[in-house]
Protein backbone atom coordinates (compact mmCIF):
# COMPACT_ATOMS: atom_id res chain seq x y z
CA UNK A 1 0.00 0.00 0.00
CA UNK A 2 1.53 3.37 -0.81
CA UNK A 3 2.70 5.60 1.82
CA UNK A 4 3.15 2.97 4.33
CA UNK A 5 6.09 4.00 6.24
CA UNK A 6 7.08 7.40 5.15
CA UNK A 7 7.86 9.54 7.10
CA UNK A 8 4.39 11.75 7.82
CA UNK A 9 1.71 9.29 9.12
CA UNK A 10 -1.37 9.04 6.74
CA UNK A 11 -3.78 11.36 6.95
CA UNK A 12 -6.80 8.71 7.08
CA UNK A 13 -6.10 5.91 8.52
CA UNK A 14 -8.80 2.63 8.47
CA UNK A 15 -8.19 -0.83 10.77
CA UNK A 16 -10.88 -3.06 10.29
CA UNK A 17 -13.94 -0.93 9.68
CA UNK A 18 -17.11 -2.97 9.20
CA UNK A 19 -20.41 -1.13 8.64
CA UNK A 20 -24.05 -3.02 9.45
CA UNK A 21 -26.75 -1.91 9.12
CA UNK A 22 -29.27 -3.66 11.82
CA UNK A 23 -32.66 -4.90 11.23
CA UNK A 24 -34.50 -8.03 10.84
CA UNK A 25 -32.07 -9.19 7.68
CA UNK A 26 -28.65 -7.10 8.88
CA UNK A 27 -27.17 -5.43 5.81
CA UNK A 28 -23.30 -5.20 5.37
CA UNK A 29 -22.35 -1.66 3.85
CA UNK A 30 -18.57 -2.27 4.46
CA UNK A 31 -16.74 -5.13 5.26
CA UNK A 32 -13.32 -5.38 6.87
CA UNK A 33 -11.44 -2.73 5.01
CA UNK A 34 -7.98 -1.54 5.90
CA UNK A 35 -6.89 1.41 4.00
CA UNK A 36 -4.13 4.12 4.36
CA UNK A 37 -4.37 7.57 2.38
CA UNK A 38 -1.91 10.09 2.68
CA UNK A 39 -1.47 13.64 2.41
CA UNK A 40 -2.08 15.19 -0.90
CA UNK A 41 -3.50 12.04 -2.30
CA UNK A 42 -5.66 12.12 -4.92
CA UNK A 43 -7.73 8.73 -4.34
CA UNK A 44 -10.73 7.69 -6.73
CA UNK A 45 -13.05 4.32 -4.81
CA UNK A 46 -14.41 3.15 -7.23
CA UNK A 47 -17.26 -0.57 -7.91
CA UNK A 48 -20.24 -1.68 -9.36
CA UNK A 49 -23.37 0.49 -7.58
CA UNK A 50 -24.61 -1.04 -4.75
CA UNK A 51 -20.88 -1.68 -3.52
CA UNK A 52 -20.68 0.26 -0.67
CA UNK A 53 -18.14 3.04 -2.07
CA UNK A 54 -20.97 5.94 -0.50
CA UNK A 55 -20.82 4.09 2.37
CA UNK A 56 -17.46 3.65 2.88
CA UNK A 57 -16.79 7.47 2.31
CA UNK A 58 -19.44 8.41 4.69
CA UNK A 59 -16.97 6.79 7.21
CA UNK A 60 -14.41 8.62 6.50
CA UNK A 61 -15.98 11.76 5.90
CA UNK A 62 -17.30 11.33 9.96
CA UNK A 63 -21.10 11.16 8.60
CA UNK A 64 -21.47 7.82 9.88
CA UNK A 65 -20.07 5.63 12.57
CA UNK A 66 -18.35 2.19 11.91
CA UNK A 67 -19.94 -1.05 13.59
CA UNK A 68 -16.68 -2.41 14.44
CA UNK A 69 -12.96 -0.98 13.67
CA UNK A 70 -11.48 2.26 13.68
CA UNK A 71 -10.93 5.21 11.90
CA UNK A 72 -8.10 8.13 12.16
CA UNK A 73 -7.95 11.38 10.94
CA UNK A 74 -5.60 13.45 10.95
CA UNK A 75 -3.98 10.95 13.68
CA UNK A 76 -7.10 11.69 15.59
CA UNK A 77 -8.96 8.17 16.39
CA UNK A 78 -12.44 9.33 15.79
CA UNK A 79 -13.79 6.10 17.86
CA UNK A 80 -16.17 6.91 20.46
CA UNK A 81 -16.62 10.85 18.96
CA UNK A 82 -19.91 12.02 20.49
CA UNK A 83 -22.14 13.27 18.26
CA UNK A 84 -20.56 17.18 19.28
CA UNK A 85 -17.28 16.22 18.19
CA UNK A 86 -17.99 14.78 14.69
CA UNK A 87 -20.01 17.84 13.92
CA UNK A 88 -16.84 20.24 15.08
CA UNK A 89 -14.52 18.06 13.51
CA UNK A 90 -16.66 17.55 10.27
CA UNK A 91 -16.95 21.35 10.11
CA UNK A 92 -13.06 22.41 10.67
CA UNK A 93 -11.52 19.72 8.52
CA UNK A 94 -13.45 17.77 6.28
CA UNK A 95 -15.46 19.12 3.33
CA UNK A 96 -18.24 17.91 0.88
CA UNK A 97 -19.06 17.63 -2.80
CA UNK A 98 -22.05 15.71 -3.67
CA UNK A 99 -23.59 14.78 -6.56
CA UNK A 100 -26.15 16.87 -6.50
CA UNK A 101 -24.89 20.23 -5.22
CA UNK A 102 -27.17 20.84 -2.06
CA UNK A 103 -26.28 24.49 -2.03
CA UNK A 104 -29.33 26.73 0.00
CA UNK A 105 -31.59 27.74 -2.52
CA UNK A 106 -32.64 30.93 -0.65
CA UNK A 107 -29.22 32.42 -0.33
CA UNK A 108 -26.54 33.59 -2.82
CA UNK A 109 -23.73 31.93 -4.11
CA UNK A 110 -21.79 33.75 -1.88
CA UNK A 111 -23.61 33.35 1.27
CA UNK A 112 -24.09 29.94 0.74
CA UNK A 113 -19.85 29.67 0.71
CA UNK A 114 -19.48 31.83 3.78
CA UNK A 115 -22.01 29.86 5.43
CA UNK A 116 -19.29 27.02 6.73
CA UNK A 117 -16.80 29.96 7.57
CA UNK A 118 -19.42 31.98 9.48
CA UNK A 119 -20.46 28.45 11.34
CA UNK A 120 -16.48 28.13 12.04
CA UNK A 121 -16.42 31.70 13.64
CA UNK A 122 -12.97 32.32 12.76
CA UNK A 123 -13.45 35.13 10.98
CA UNK A 124 -16.34 37.59 11.13
CA UNK A 125 -18.88 37.85 9.03
CA UNK A 126 -17.80 40.27 6.60
CA UNK A 127 -14.02 38.62 6.41
CA UNK A 128 -16.42 35.28 5.78
CA UNK A 129 -18.17 36.89 2.83
CA UNK A 130 -14.79 38.46 2.01
CA UNK A 131 -12.83 34.62 1.65
CA UNK A 132 -16.37 32.91 0.15
CA UNK A 133 -15.69 35.59 -2.86
CA UNK A 134 -11.99 34.88 -3.14
CA UNK A 135 -12.75 30.96 -3.02
CA UNK A 136 -15.68 31.88 -5.81
CA UNK A 137 -12.84 34.16 -7.85
CA UNK A 138 -10.39 31.39 -7.68
CA UNK A 139 -12.79 28.76 -8.76
CA UNK A 140 -13.62 30.75 -11.69
CA UNK A 141 -17.02 32.62 -10.87
CA UNK A 142 -16.74 35.77 -10.84
CA UNK A 143 -19.70 38.13 -11.47
CA UNK A 144 -21.65 35.55 -10.35
CA UNK A 145 -21.33 36.27 -6.36
CA UNK A 146 -24.87 37.20 -5.53
CA UNK A 147 -26.91 35.16 -8.13
CA UNK A 148 -28.73 32.33 -6.80
CA UNK A 149 -28.11 28.78 -7.32
CA UNK A 150 -31.08 28.46 -9.49
CA UNK A 151 -29.66 30.90 -11.89
CA UNK A 152 -26.35 28.79 -12.18
CA UNK A 153 -25.59 25.78 -15.17
CA UNK A 154 -24.81 22.96 -13.29
CA UNK A 155 -20.90 23.02 -13.39
CA UNK A 156 -20.95 26.52 -12.05
CA UNK A 157 -23.07 25.10 -9.34
CA UNK A 158 -20.97 21.94 -8.68
CA UNK A 159 -17.94 24.56 -8.21
CA UNK A 160 -19.52 26.79 -5.46
CA UNK A 161 -20.09 23.29 -3.86
CA UNK A 162 -16.65 22.41 -3.99
CA UNK A 163 -16.12 26.38 -2.96
CA UNK A 164 -18.06 25.93 -0.06
CA UNK A 165 -16.18 22.50 0.91
CA UNK A 166 -12.88 24.27 0.84
CA UNK A 167 -14.71 27.27 2.64
CA UNK A 168 -13.21 26.62 5.83
CA UNK A 169 -9.62 25.04 4.41
CA UNK A 170 -10.00 21.66 5.19
CA UNK A 171 -7.64 18.69 5.19
CA UNK A 172 -9.77 16.44 3.70
CA UNK A 173 -12.58 17.04 0.74
CA UNK A 174 -14.94 13.75 -0.14
CA UNK A 175 -16.84 13.66 -3.06
CA UNK A 176 -19.46 11.35 -3.74
CA UNK A 177 -19.40 11.17 -7.57
CA UNK A 178 -18.85 15.23 -7.94
CA UNK A 179 -19.48 14.81 -12.03
CA UNK A 180 -21.91 12.45 -11.84
CA UNK A 181 -24.61 14.86 -13.14
CA UNK A 182 -22.64 16.98 -15.12
CA UNK A 183 -21.69 17.18 -18.93
CA UNK A 184 -18.38 16.01 -20.29
CA UNK A 185 -17.21 20.27 -20.17
CA UNK A 186 -18.37 21.10 -17.21
CA UNK A 187 -17.21 17.39 -15.94
CA UNK A 188 -13.61 17.88 -16.60
CA UNK A 189 -13.46 21.47 -15.00
CA UNK A 190 -14.48 20.06 -12.34
CA UNK A 191 -12.08 17.25 -12.29
CA UNK A 192 -9.24 18.93 -12.83
CA UNK A 193 -10.43 21.65 -9.84
CA UNK A 194 -10.18 18.87 -8.03
CA UNK A 195 -7.42 17.62 -8.72
CA UNK A 196 -5.53 21.18 -8.40
CA UNK A 197 -6.36 21.37 -5.04
CA UNK A 198 -4.27 17.98 -4.51
CA UNK A 199 -1.56 19.53 -6.71
CA UNK A 200 -1.80 23.25 -5.51
CA UNK A 201 -3.16 23.37 -1.82
CA UNK A 202 -1.69 19.44 -0.78
CA UNK A 203 -5.28 19.11 0.01
CA UNK A 204 -6.23 14.73 0.31
CA UNK A 205 -9.42 14.26 -2.14
CA UNK A 206 -11.39 10.96 -1.92
CA UNK A 207 -13.62 10.75 -4.72
CA UNK A 208 -16.69 8.17 -5.37
CA UNK A 209 -16.69 7.81 -9.14
CA UNK A 210 -17.90 5.84 -12.28
CA UNK A 211 -16.49 8.36 -14.13
CA UNK A 212 -13.06 6.69 -15.68
CA UNK A 213 -11.66 9.73 -16.96
CA UNK A 214 -12.01 10.58 -13.46
CA UNK A 215 -10.32 7.79 -12.24
CA UNK A 216 -7.38 8.29 -14.71
CA UNK A 217 -6.46 11.45 -12.62
CA UNK A 218 -5.87 9.98 -9.67
CA UNK A 219 -3.02 9.26 -7.69
CA UNK A 220 -4.63 5.46 -7.01
CA UNK A 221 -8.21 3.89 -7.37
CA UNK A 222 -9.51 1.62 -4.90
CA UNK A 223 -11.88 -0.81 -6.07
CA UNK A 224 -14.93 -2.03 -4.38
CA UNK A 225 -17.05 -4.80 -4.24
CA UNK A 226 -19.67 -6.19 -2.03
CA UNK A 227 -18.51 -3.73 0.90
CA UNK A 228 -14.79 -5.07 0.41
CA UNK A 229 -11.27 -3.59 -1.34
CA UNK A 230 -11.50 -5.57 -4.43
CA UNK A 231 -7.53 -3.69 -5.79
CA UNK A 232 -8.62 -5.93 -8.88
CA UNK A 233 -11.88 -4.49 -10.47
CA UNK A 234 -12.02 -2.20 -13.23
CA UNK A 235 -14.58 -0.67 -14.86
CA UNK A 236 -16.35 -1.94 -17.51
CA UNK B 1 -27.49 32.96 16.01
CA UNK B 2 -26.94 35.33 13.28
CA UNK B 3 -26.67 32.26 10.91
CA UNK B 4 -29.81 30.83 12.42
CA UNK B 5 -31.97 33.81 11.90
CA UNK B 6 -30.69 34.59 8.19
CA UNK B 7 -31.80 30.84 7.79
CA UNK B 8 -35.13 31.10 9.60
CA UNK B 9 -35.79 34.75 7.59
CA UNK B 10 -34.82 32.72 4.18
CA UNK B 11 -37.34 29.73 5.04
CA UNK B 12 -40.20 32.42 5.58
CA UNK B 13 -39.19 34.82 2.85
CA UNK B 14 -39.08 31.90 0.44
CA UNK B 15 -42.85 30.51 1.20
CA UNK B 16 -44.53 33.52 1.65
CA UNK B 17 -48.08 32.51 0.89
CA UNK B 18 -47.84 30.05 3.56
CA UNK B 19 -45.87 32.36 6.24
CA UNK B 20 -48.69 34.94 5.22
CA UNK B 21 -51.89 32.87 6.37
CA UNK B 22 -49.93 31.56 9.76
CA UNK B 23 -49.19 34.89 10.80
CA UNK B 24 -53.03 36.09 9.75
CA UNK B 25 -53.65 33.11 12.09
CA UNK B 26 -51.92 34.76 15.16
CA UNK B 27 -52.68 38.36 14.18
CA UNK B 28 -56.21 37.29 13.87
CA UNK B 29 -56.07 35.39 17.21
CA UNK B 30 -54.68 38.08 19.12
CA UNK B 31 -56.73 40.30 17.55
CA UNK B 32 -59.92 38.50 18.78
CA UNK B 33 -58.35 37.61 22.31
CA UNK B 34 -58.00 41.52 23.08
CA UNK B 35 -61.21 42.41 21.79
CA UNK B 36 -63.16 39.49 23.49
CA UNK B 37 -61.03 39.93 26.25
CA UNK B 38 -61.42 44.06 26.53
CA UNK B 39 -65.31 43.40 26.12
CA UNK B 40 -65.64 41.01 28.44
CA UNK B 41 -63.28 42.68 31.02
CA UNK B 42 -64.97 45.91 30.46
CA UNK B 43 -68.64 44.63 31.11
CA UNK B 44 -67.16 43.52 34.33
CA UNK B 45 -65.33 46.38 35.52
CA UNK B 46 -68.80 48.05 34.32
CA UNK B 47 -71.06 45.59 36.18
CA UNK B 48 -68.86 45.88 39.12
CA UNK B 49 -68.91 49.34 39.13
CA UNK B 50 -72.79 49.76 39.10
CA UNK B 51 -72.79 46.92 41.84
CA UNK B 52 -70.24 48.72 43.97
CA UNK B 53 -71.74 52.38 43.01
CA UNK B 54 -75.56 51.53 43.81
CA UNK B 55 -74.83 49.42 47.28
CA UNK B 56 -73.08 50.76 50.01
CA UNK B 57 -69.38 49.63 50.05
CA UNK B 58 -69.63 48.67 53.20
CA UNK B 59 -72.86 48.26 55.68
CA UNK B 60 -72.26 47.72 59.69
CA UNK B 61 -76.11 46.37 61.11
CA UNK B 62 -77.01 46.60 64.58
CA UNK B 63 -76.22 42.78 64.85
CA UNK B 64 -73.57 40.69 66.01
CA UNK B 65 -72.33 37.73 64.59
CA UNK B 66 -71.52 35.76 67.87
CA UNK B 67 -73.43 36.53 71.22
CA UNK B 68 -72.20 38.12 73.61
CA UNK B 69 -70.01 36.16 76.11
CA UNK B 70 -71.58 35.73 79.28
CA UNK B 71 -70.25 35.99 82.53
CA UNK B 72 -69.65 32.70 83.35
CA UNK B 73 -67.69 31.86 80.15
CA UNK B 74 -65.78 35.06 80.81
CA UNK B 75 -65.24 34.02 84.53
CA UNK B 76 -64.03 30.61 83.98
CA UNK B 77 -62.38 30.95 79.92
CA UNK B 78 -60.70 27.21 80.20
CA UNK B 79 -64.03 25.64 81.50
CA UNK B 80 -66.26 24.05 79.69
CA UNK B 81 -69.35 25.94 80.64
CA UNK B 82 -72.74 25.61 78.79
CA UNK B 83 -75.21 28.68 79.05
CA UNK B 84 -78.46 27.37 77.90
CA UNK B 85 -81.87 29.47 76.86
CA UNK B 86 -80.15 32.94 76.69
CA UNK B 87 -81.76 35.55 75.79
CA UNK B 88 -80.96 39.01 74.78
CA UNK B 89 -82.17 41.93 76.73
CA UNK B 90 -85.51 43.67 76.32
CA UNK B 91 -84.59 46.98 75.08
CA UNK B 92 -84.54 49.09 72.31
CA UNK B 93 -83.14 47.54 69.31
CA UNK B 94 -80.34 49.38 67.27
CA UNK B 95 -76.73 50.48 67.24
CA UNK B 96 -75.51 51.39 70.75
CA UNK B 97 -73.92 54.76 70.90
CA UNK B 98 -73.85 55.31 67.86
CA UNK B 99 -72.94 59.32 66.97
CA UNK B 100 -69.26 58.15 68.88
CA UNK B 101 -69.20 55.08 66.20
CA UNK B 102 -70.24 56.72 63.57
CA UNK B 103 -67.53 58.98 64.55
CA UNK B 104 -64.61 56.33 65.04
CA UNK B 105 -65.94 55.31 61.41
CA UNK B 106 -65.45 58.40 59.51
CA UNK B 107 -62.20 59.20 60.93
CA UNK B 108 -60.58 56.23 58.81
CA UNK B 109 -58.69 57.46 55.68
CA UNK B 110 -61.24 57.35 53.13
CA UNK B 111 -64.11 56.43 54.21
CA UNK B 112 -67.86 58.23 53.78
CA UNK B 113 -70.40 57.03 56.18
CA UNK B 114 -74.14 57.42 56.84
CA UNK B 115 -76.56 56.35 59.47
CA UNK B 116 -79.46 55.59 58.51
CA UNK B 117 -82.49 53.49 60.41
CA UNK B 118 -84.58 51.68 58.33
CA UNK B 119 -87.70 49.88 59.25
CA UNK B 120 -90.96 48.38 57.63
CA UNK B 121 -93.89 50.57 57.33
CA UNK B 122 -96.86 50.77 55.26
CA UNK B 123 -97.97 53.63 52.52
CA UNK B 124 -101.83 53.83 52.28
CA UNK B 125 -103.02 56.59 49.90
CA UNK B 126 -106.69 56.39 48.81
CA UNK B 127 -107.65 53.10 50.25
CA UNK B 128 -104.47 50.92 49.07
CA UNK B 129 -101.32 49.87 50.60
CA UNK B 130 -97.66 49.06 49.91
CA UNK B 131 -95.32 47.84 52.03
CA UNK B 132 -92.22 49.68 52.11
CA UNK B 133 -89.28 49.83 53.23
CA UNK B 134 -88.19 53.19 55.56
CA UNK B 135 -84.96 54.78 55.88
CA UNK B 136 -84.27 57.36 58.13
CA UNK B 137 -81.46 59.37 56.71
CA UNK B 138 -79.48 62.73 57.17
CA UNK B 139 -79.73 64.29 53.73
CA UNK B 140 -76.36 65.65 53.61
CA UNK B 141 -74.50 62.23 54.60
CA UNK B 142 -76.89 60.17 52.45
CA UNK B 143 -75.87 62.09 49.51
CA UNK B 144 -72.16 60.83 50.12
CA UNK B 145 -73.02 58.03 50.25
CA UNK B 146 -75.26 56.75 47.79
CA UNK B 147 -75.97 57.85 43.97
CA UNK B 148 -79.90 58.22 45.39
CA UNK B 149 -79.31 61.76 44.55
CA UNK B 150 -78.40 61.46 40.85
CA UNK B 151 -81.25 59.11 40.20
CA UNK B 152 -83.45 62.05 41.47
CA UNK B 153 -86.34 62.62 38.40
CA UNK B 154 -88.42 65.50 40.79
CA UNK B 155 -88.09 67.65 44.04
CA UNK B 156 -84.48 66.64 46.19
CA UNK B 157 -83.18 64.64 49.04
CA UNK B 158 -82.65 68.01 50.18
CA UNK B 159 -86.00 68.93 50.57
CA UNK B 160 -86.27 66.24 53.47
CA UNK B 161 -84.00 68.88 56.02
CA UNK B 162 -86.30 71.49 54.95
CA UNK B 163 -89.49 69.39 55.56
CA UNK B 164 -89.27 67.37 58.59
CA UNK B 165 -92.67 65.64 57.31
CA UNK B 166 -91.61 65.37 54.13
CA UNK B 167 -90.78 61.70 52.18
CA UNK B 168 -89.00 60.83 48.92
CA UNK B 169 -90.85 57.66 47.06
CA UNK B 170 -89.84 56.09 43.88
CA UNK B 171 -91.42 56.47 40.49
CA UNK B 172 -92.80 53.01 40.50
CA UNK B 173 -94.92 54.05 43.72
CA UNK B 174 -95.76 57.56 42.30
CA UNK B 175 -97.38 55.47 39.15
CA UNK B 176 -99.06 52.66 41.04
CA UNK B 177 -100.85 55.45 43.45
CA UNK B 178 -100.93 58.18 41.19
CA UNK B 179 -99.40 60.59 42.78
CA UNK B 180 -97.09 63.72 42.39
CA UNK B 181 -95.12 66.52 43.80
CA UNK B 182 -96.48 67.57 47.29
CA UNK B 183 -98.92 64.83 47.39
CA UNK B 184 -99.97 63.63 50.64
CA UNK B 185 -99.34 59.61 51.52
CA UNK B 186 -99.92 58.56 55.22
CA UNK B 187 -97.12 56.04 56.68
CA UNK B 188 -98.20 53.49 59.13
CA UNK B 189 -95.87 51.85 61.27
CA UNK B 190 -95.64 48.33 62.03
CA UNK B 191 -97.08 49.62 65.97
CA UNK B 192 -99.64 51.69 64.65
CA UNK B 193 -98.65 54.82 64.52
CA UNK B 194 -99.84 56.56 61.97
CA UNK B 195 -98.60 59.98 59.97
CA UNK B 196 -99.40 62.08 56.99
CA UNK B 197 -96.26 62.85 54.96
CA UNK B 198 -95.67 64.95 51.88
CA UNK B 199 -94.66 64.10 48.80
CA UNK B 200 -90.93 66.05 48.07
CA UNK B 201 -88.97 64.17 45.46
CA UNK B 202 -89.27 61.29 43.55
CA UNK B 203 -86.41 59.26 42.44
CA UNK B 204 -86.06 56.46 39.46
CA UNK B 205 -83.32 54.00 39.61
CA UNK B 206 -84.84 52.28 37.01
CA UNK B 207 -84.82 48.93 39.58
CA UNK B 208 -88.45 48.20 40.12
CA UNK B 209 -88.49 46.75 43.19
CA UNK B 210 -86.74 49.45 44.43
CA UNK B 211 -88.64 52.04 43.08
CA UNK B 212 -91.63 50.32 44.34
CA UNK B 213 -91.15 49.26 48.00
CA UNK B 214 -88.46 52.03 48.95
CA UNK B 215 -89.11 55.70 51.05
CA UNK B 216 -86.54 57.84 52.68
CA UNK B 217 -87.61 60.38 55.54
CA UNK B 218 -85.71 62.66 57.44
CA UNK B 219 -83.78 60.23 60.58
CA UNK B 220 -85.31 61.93 63.49
CA UNK B 221 -88.64 61.60 61.51
CA UNK B 222 -88.10 57.64 61.18
CA UNK B 223 -86.90 57.48 64.73
CA UNK B 224 -90.39 59.21 66.16
CA UNK B 225 -92.34 56.63 63.48
CA UNK B 226 -90.54 53.32 64.50
CA UNK B 227 -90.54 54.29 67.92
CA UNK B 228 -86.58 53.95 68.23
CA UNK B 229 -85.54 57.34 69.21
CA UNK B 230 -81.89 58.05 69.08
CA UNK B 231 -81.43 54.60 67.15
CA UNK B 232 -80.40 53.73 64.04
CA UNK B 233 -79.90 50.08 63.10
CA UNK B 234 -76.90 50.60 60.14
CA UNK B 235 -74.58 52.78 58.63
CA UNK B 236 -73.82 53.00 55.65
CA UNK B 237 -70.17 53.45 54.22
CA UNK B 238 -68.66 54.71 50.67
CA UNK B 239 -64.94 54.36 50.67
CA UNK B 240 -62.96 55.97 48.01
CA UNK B 241 -61.16 52.39 46.88
CA UNK B 242 -63.78 50.15 47.24
CA UNK B 243 -61.40 47.24 47.00
CA UNK B 244 -60.20 47.85 50.46
CA UNK B 245 -64.41 47.44 51.52
CA UNK B 246 -62.92 43.64 52.80
CA UNK B 247 -60.06 45.13 54.86
CA UNK B 248 -61.98 48.17 56.22
CA UNK B 249 -65.24 46.51 57.33
CA UNK B 250 -62.93 44.22 59.21
CA UNK B 251 -61.58 47.07 61.03
CA UNK B 252 -64.87 48.07 61.77
CA UNK B 253 -66.55 45.22 62.93
CA UNK B 254 -63.11 44.78 65.23
CA UNK B 255 -63.27 48.10 66.70
CA UNK B 256 -67.48 48.32 67.03
CA UNK B 257 -68.23 44.69 67.39
CA UNK B 258 -71.20 45.13 64.94
CA UNK B 259 -71.63 43.00 61.86
CA UNK B 260 -70.41 44.87 58.71
CA UNK B 261 -70.52 43.50 55.76
CA UNK B 262 -68.24 44.59 52.56
CA UNK B 263 -69.83 44.60 49.14
CA UNK B 264 -67.16 42.04 48.09
CA UNK B 265 -68.65 39.52 50.87
CA UNK B 266 -72.25 40.44 50.30
CA UNK B 267 -71.84 39.54 46.37
CA UNK B 268 -69.91 36.56 46.71
CA UNK B 269 -72.33 35.00 43.97
CA UNK B 270 -71.97 37.44 41.81
CA UNK B 271 -68.12 37.78 41.95
CA UNK B 272 -67.58 33.77 41.60
CA UNK B 273 -70.07 33.72 38.83
CA UNK B 274 -68.14 36.79 36.71
CA UNK B 275 -64.79 34.68 37.85
CA UNK B 276 -66.74 31.60 36.31
CA UNK B 277 -67.32 33.78 32.80
CA UNK B 278 -63.48 34.47 32.83
CA UNK B 279 -62.27 31.10 32.86
CA UNK B 280 -64.78 30.87 30.05
CA UNK B 281 -64.10 33.70 28.09
CA UNK B 282 -60.59 32.97 28.12
CA UNK B 283 -60.90 29.38 26.74
CA UNK B 284 -62.77 30.31 24.43
CA UNK B 285 -60.27 33.49 23.08
CA UNK B 286 -57.32 30.57 23.47
CA UNK B 287 -58.67 27.64 21.10
CA UNK B 288 -57.87 30.69 18.79
CA UNK B 289 -54.73 30.60 19.08
CA UNK B 290 -54.99 26.93 19.55
CA UNK B 291 -56.29 26.29 15.92
CA UNK B 292 -53.24 29.41 14.99
CA UNK B 293 -50.59 27.15 16.63
CA UNK B 294 -51.84 24.65 13.81
CA UNK B 295 -51.05 26.95 11.08
CA UNK B 296 -47.89 27.54 12.11
CA UNK B 297 -47.61 23.58 13.02
CA UNK B 298 -48.14 22.81 9.07
CA UNK B 299 -45.92 25.85 8.06
CA UNK B 300 -42.87 25.21 9.93
CA UNK B 301 -43.38 21.10 9.53
CA UNK B 302 -43.60 21.60 5.49
CA UNK B 303 -40.32 23.52 5.38
CA UNK B 304 -38.63 21.34 7.79
CA UNK B 305 -39.58 18.07 5.10
CA UNK B 306 -39.22 20.04 1.87
CA UNK B 307 -35.67 21.29 3.34
CA UNK B 308 -34.41 18.00 4.66
CA UNK B 309 -31.75 18.24 2.63
CA UNK B 310 -30.50 21.38 3.42
CA UNK B 311 -30.55 20.13 6.97
CA UNK B 312 -28.70 16.94 5.84
CA UNK B 313 -26.38 19.37 4.06
CA UNK B 314 -25.58 21.66 7.13
CA UNK B 315 -25.23 18.75 8.97
CA UNK B 316 -22.78 17.15 6.98
CA UNK B 317 -20.87 20.30 6.88
CA UNK B 318 -20.81 20.91 10.69
CA UNK B 319 -23.79 22.55 12.03
CA UNK B 320 -25.08 20.64 15.25
CA UNK B 321 -28.64 19.11 15.70
CA UNK B 322 -29.08 21.96 18.27
CA UNK B 323 -27.94 24.88 15.88
CA UNK B 324 -31.19 23.43 13.60
CA UNK B 325 -33.48 23.05 15.91
CA UNK B 326 -32.96 26.73 17.05
CA UNK B 327 -33.30 27.73 13.14
CA UNK B 328 -37.00 26.22 13.35
CA UNK B 329 -37.73 27.43 16.78
CA UNK B 330 -36.86 30.39 15.52
CA UNK B 331 -38.98 30.48 12.45
CA UNK B 332 -42.01 30.14 14.94
CA UNK B 333 -40.59 33.04 17.13
CA UNK B 334 -40.77 35.41 14.62
CA UNK B 335 -44.31 34.60 13.39
CA UNK B 336 -45.23 35.11 17.12
CA UNK B 337 -43.53 38.11 17.70
CA UNK B 338 -44.86 39.51 14.28
CA UNK B 339 -48.47 38.17 14.82
CA UNK B 340 -48.27 39.43 18.43
CA UNK B 341 -46.91 42.92 17.32
CA UNK B 342 -49.61 43.27 14.72
CA UNK B 343 -52.32 41.41 16.33
CA UNK B 344 -51.97 43.63 18.90
CA UNK B 345 -52.54 47.17 16.45
CA UNK B 346 -55.52 45.08 15.72
CA UNK B 347 -56.78 44.34 18.39
CA UNK B 348 -56.76 48.00 19.59
CA UNK B 349 -58.57 49.14 16.49
CA UNK B 350 -61.43 46.50 16.92
CA UNK B 351 -61.74 47.92 20.82
CA UNK B 352 -62.18 51.30 19.11
CA UNK B 353 -64.48 50.44 16.66
CA UNK B 354 -66.19 48.16 19.67
CA UNK B 355 -65.96 51.23 22.12
CA UNK B 356 -67.90 53.22 19.06
CA UNK B 357 -70.90 51.07 18.96
CA UNK B 358 -73.91 52.54 20.42
CA UNK B 359 -76.64 50.35 21.84
CA UNK B 360 -79.86 51.10 22.88
CA UNK B 361 -81.17 48.26 25.53
CA UNK B 362 -85.05 47.79 24.84
CA UNK B 363 -87.33 49.93 26.72
CA UNK B 364 -84.48 52.40 27.80
CA UNK B 365 -84.35 55.70 26.20
CA UNK B 366 -80.47 56.44 26.78
CA UNK B 367 -77.83 55.30 24.49
CA UNK B 368 -75.37 53.10 26.15
CA UNK B 369 -71.53 52.28 24.57
CA UNK B 370 -70.15 48.97 25.07
CA UNK B 371 -67.82 49.39 28.30
CA UNK B 372 -64.16 48.30 26.87
CA UNK B 373 -61.58 47.95 29.31
CA UNK B 374 -57.87 49.14 28.34
CA UNK B 375 -56.11 47.44 30.98
CA UNK B 376 -52.25 46.44 30.29
CA UNK B 377 -52.54 43.12 31.20
CA UNK B 378 -54.89 41.36 28.47
CA UNK B 379 -52.23 42.46 26.74
CA UNK B 380 -49.40 40.77 28.34
CA UNK B 381 -51.47 37.68 28.48
CA UNK B 382 -52.79 37.59 24.96
CA UNK B 383 -48.73 37.88 23.68
CA UNK B 384 -47.57 35.29 26.27
CA UNK B 385 -50.71 32.72 25.18
CA UNK B 386 -49.58 33.73 21.06
CA UNK B 387 -45.40 33.13 22.18
CA UNK B 388 -46.17 29.98 23.84
CA UNK B 389 -48.41 28.55 20.83
CA UNK B 390 -45.90 29.76 18.25
CA UNK B 391 -43.26 28.00 20.22
CA UNK B 392 -45.08 24.68 20.78
CA UNK B 393 -46.26 24.57 17.45
CA UNK B 394 -42.43 25.39 15.97
CA UNK B 395 -41.16 22.85 18.57
CA UNK B 396 -42.23 19.71 16.91
CA UNK B 397 -41.02 20.19 13.76
CA UNK B 398 -37.48 21.73 14.96
CA UNK B 399 -36.83 18.64 17.11
CA UNK B 400 -37.46 16.33 13.96
CA UNK B 401 -34.76 18.90 11.99
CA UNK B 402 -32.53 18.32 14.65
CA UNK B 403 -32.76 14.46 14.50
CA UNK B 404 -32.04 14.23 10.33
CA UNK B 405 -29.40 11.90 9.79
CA UNK B 406 -27.42 13.37 6.90
CA UNK B 407 -26.68 9.73 5.65
CA UNK B 408 -30.02 8.91 5.58
CA UNK B 409 -30.95 11.57 3.48
CA UNK B 410 -28.03 11.40 0.91
CA UNK B 411 -28.00 7.77 0.29
CA UNK B 412 -31.41 8.76 -0.37
CA UNK B 413 -30.78 11.55 -2.59
CA UNK B 414 -27.93 10.23 -4.45
Not at chain 1, 111 to 126: A, C, E, Q, T
Amino acid sequence: MSGAGSATPPIIRVENVTRTLAGEVPVTLVQDVNLEIERGEFVCVMGPSGSGKSSLLYLLGLLDMPTRGRIWIDGEDTTGFDDDRLTDFRLARLGYVFQFHFLLAEFSVVDNVSLPIRKLGRLGDDAARERAAQLLDRLGLEGQHEKRPSQLSGGQRQRVAIARAIANDPLVILADEPTGNLDSVSSANVRDILRGLTRELNKTVVAVTHDAQFAALADRRIGIVDGRIDMAWRPG
Amino acid sequence: MAIALDVALAHLTSRKRQTLVSLTGVVLGVAFFLAVSSLMRGSEKDFLKRLVDNSPHITVYDEVRQGRAQPAELRWPDAAVNVRNVKPLRETRGIRGWPQRLEFIEALPGVRAAPVLAGAAVLTFAGRQQAVTLSGAVPEKMKQVTTIEEKMIEGSLDALAADPNGIVIGQGLVDKFSLHLASSVNVVAADGTSRPLRVVGIFRTGNAGYDEGQAFVLLKRAQALLGRENRVNRVIIQLADPYEARSTAQTIEAATGYKSVSWVEASEDILSLLLVRNVIMFSVVSAILVVAAFGIYNTISTIVMEKTRDIAIMKAMGFHARDLKRIFLLEGLIVGVLGSGLGVLLGLVLMRVLGEVAIRPPGVSEVVHLPIWWGAEQYALAILFAMLSCLAASYLPARRAGSVHPVDILRGAA
